[in-house]
Structures are given as structure tokens and as C-alpha cells.
């Protein structure tokens, strides 16, 4: 099995099955050139082990270049567990999730993902230290500190969209029209933080809740799912789900900056160069988004809430650097990242 998926890339792929507990988990070890391996572990019903290694491959590799644009001593790896987090999940199986990541020294390090909640990072801590995003984190007023990333997310996007808006536009944000697809835990703080700064707001999600709130709290103007594309705004921020950047949605496309924090922007990588042809500012996902990933690293380093901040606010400064290499070397922008990215951990 698995003779057809390639792994060669990737450092250190190990696989686990605890007959007692049902545990079946897959850790993988993309690079760790830049230090252990940080990401989250999500617990998914996947298909079969060849769909779970093949996520936990491309999530792992995500990480390393996540990893090295956002400035961390930290390398990257992702872990799996096959199953339906709401069926077969058990605190037993999350302690042999734990004796599953401490098998690995430290080479790898665990956090959430998709499926998995801060208290079964908790569970799994009871086995092993290298788990991080248990414990209170960067916050604004008002919000539970619960090791939850989204605030720090929300922020990191907040500077990008920012730093984005005065590169292209070269103004604040004061009056500026901003589109959010999606508002969930980062899309709604984003919401607030450019509201904030005088932004004017247009919001779509499949819910109510979150667009309503926005409406009556922050004077946004609820759309449709369907519109929420093509509007003729200054900066579209995905924060929902991956691919909503494809060839049918940039033929209506009328915004002339994409800031957001949905992973997988693009749905596919030579939609970087269509945009920068058609004059549209990209922020490359998974620099803009770094900001969960920076607020992990930091509960692990027991920082302060200002030395995070400040870590957050960099994201800016690393988006301007991409945007000025992409334009002296007229290339897109995603493409520049994954330089600037690949310059830092293949040494
Ligand atoms: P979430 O699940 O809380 O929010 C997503 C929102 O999008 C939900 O309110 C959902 O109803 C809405 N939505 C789904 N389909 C939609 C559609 N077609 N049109 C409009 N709205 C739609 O997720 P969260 O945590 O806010 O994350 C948002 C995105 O950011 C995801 O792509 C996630 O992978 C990414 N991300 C999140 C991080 C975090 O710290 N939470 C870190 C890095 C990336």
C-alpha cells in the first residue's frame, strides 16, 4: 500500500494503530530545517488511509512554508486521525494520541485542527509536552482566552488587509469597502478591527448569526453567498472556505485587492499570474493567515501578549516584501512567497 503516493519530500512520516483505544493516526514531518515540526492534528472521516496520507502530506508541507514566512523557529508537520471526531472519539484515544506524539521526541509538535477542540489537546497533554494551544493566548477585550487562535488570526489578517490596502491604494482604511466572505471566528473579529479603523463592511455567510450581528453592531450591508464576489469593492477577504478564487469567480471579480484568511485561496497556483494580469493585489493565504500558527508558537514559548502582537504585526511587513519582489521581478505574488518561503528552510 502506498507505493503510489509520494513521500520522498517529507522528513519523517510515521503511521500508528492502538488496537485498544481505535486509534489510527498518520504524523508527518514535511521539513525541520528551521526547527521541530509545528501543526495541528485533525481528526477527519476520511475515506480511506491513502485520502488521510495524502492530506497530512500537502497540510504538512502547508506548515513548513506557513512557518517560515511568518518568521518562526519552527518547521513543518501536521498529524491525522482517521475517524468521525463526533462517533468514535474517546478520551482514551486522545491519551493515545499523546503517547503517539511524545513517540517522536519533540520532532513533532501538536496543536488543533479541524475536528479536534482545545480540551482534547488537553487529554493529550496528560501523555506528552509537546502539544501547544492550550493555554490563554493574545485576546481583546471581552474574549475567553481559551488557546483558541481565531483572535490572533483575526488580527494577523487585520494588518495584512491593512498593509495591502496602502500598497496598492496607498491609503488607510478609512472609508475603504471591504467584502467578508464568512463570518466565523475570524471572519466576524476582522469584521470588528476594520470597522474600527473606518472601513466600510459588506458580509455574507450561509448562517445568519454572524452577518446580522455585523449588520446591527458594525453598519455592515448583509449579502448573498452568491454576490459576495462579485461586488464592486476595494479588497475581497475569503473567510470561509478554500478555492473561492477560480477562473469563473475572477471573471466577475471587480475588487483590486484579495486579503483574507481562508487556506487555500487559489484553486490552483496559475491563478496568481491571471490576477496579476488583471491588475489584482494577492496576499498570498497562508501568509496572511500565519497569525494562528504565530499565537501557538508563542503559548509554547509562555511569551507575553505584547511580544505576540508585535510578532502579528509583521505579517504586514513580510506581505510588503512579497509585493515589492513580485513587482521589481513582475511575478505573482503566491509564486514570490514560495521563493522567499524556500529560500528560508532549504538551506
Ligand atoms: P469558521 O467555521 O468559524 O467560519 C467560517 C464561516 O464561513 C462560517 O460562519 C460559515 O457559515 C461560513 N461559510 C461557509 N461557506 C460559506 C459560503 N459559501 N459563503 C459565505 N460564508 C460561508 O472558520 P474560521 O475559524 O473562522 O476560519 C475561516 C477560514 O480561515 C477557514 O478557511 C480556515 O481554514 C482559515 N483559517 C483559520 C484559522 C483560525 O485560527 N481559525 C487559522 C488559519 C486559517
Request: charged letters at 25%; aromatic letters at 6%.
Amino acid at each position: 500500500v502506498f507505493d503510489h503516493i509520494e513521500f520522498d519530500e517529507h522528513e519523517h512520516v510515521a503511521f500508528c494503530h492502538d488496537k485498544k483505544t481505535g486509534l489510527k493516526a498518520i504524523i508527518a514531518v514535511h521539513n525541520s530545517y528551521l526547527g521541530p515540526a509545528l501543526g495541528g492534528c485533525r481528526m477527519w472521516p476520511y475515506a480511506n488511509s491513502d485520502e488521510a496520507l495524502n492530506d497530512v502530506l500537502r497540510l504538512s508541507k502547508g506548515m513548513t512554508y506557513k512557518a517560515a514566512m511568518a518568521n518562526l523557529n519552527q518547521g513543518g508537520g501536521k498529524a491525522v486521525i482517521l475517524g468521525d471526531p463526533r462517533v468514535h472519539k474517546t478520551a482514551d484515544m486522545m491519551r493515545a494520541m499523546g503517547r503517539f506524539v511524545e513517540s517522536l521526541s519533540g520532532q513533532y509538535i501538536s496543536a488543533e485542527d479541524s475536528g479536534m477542540s482545545v480540551a482534547d489537546l488537553q487529554i493529550m497533554a496528560e501523555e506528552t509536552t509537546h502539544i501547544s494551544g492550550t493555554r490563554a493566548s493574545y485576546h481583546f477585550a471581552g474574549e475567553e482566552a481559551d488557546g483558541n487562535p481565531a483572535p490572533s488570526t483575526a488580527y494577523g489578517v487585520f494588518t495584512g488587509v491593512k498593509a495591502s490596502v496602502k500598497y496598492h491604494f496607498g491609503s488607510d482604511l478609512q472609508g475603504k469597502k471591504v467584502a467578508i466572505q464568512g463570518l466565523g471566528h475570524v471572519g466576524y473579529r476582522l469584521a470588528e478591527h476594520l470597522h474600527r479603523e473606518g472601513a466600510e463592511l459588506f458580509v455574507a455567510d450561509i448562517y445568519p448569526e454572524g452577518v446580522n450581528r455585523a449588520k446591527e453592531k458594525l453598519n455592515a450591508t448583509i449579502v448573498s453567498p452568491d454576490e459576495i464576489l462579485t461586488l464592486d469593492v476595494d479588497v475581497i477577504a475569503p473567510c470561509a472556505m478554500g478555492a473561492t478564487v477560480n477562473r469563473q469567480s475572477i471573471s466577475t471579480l471587480k475588487a483590486k485587492v484579495i486579503a483574507g484568511a481562508a487556506n487555500n485561496q487559489l484553486a490552483s497556483e496559475d491563478l496568481g499570474e491571471l490576477l496579476k494580469d488583471k491588475g489584482i493585489l494577492y496576499a498570498p493565504d497562508y501568509v496572511i493567515n500565519a497569525g494562528g500558527i504565530i499565537d501557538i508558537y508563542h503559548q509554547k514559548m509562555l511569551s507575553s501578549n505584547e511580544a505576540l502582537k508585535t510578532h502579528l504585526e509583521k505579517i504586514g511587513a513580510t506581505l510588503m516584501e512579497v509585493y515589492t519582489r513580485a513587482d521589481e521581478q513582475n511575478l505573482a505574488t503566491n509564486r514570490v512567497a514560495n521563493t522567499i518561503a524556500e529560500e528560508k528552510f532549504k538551506k
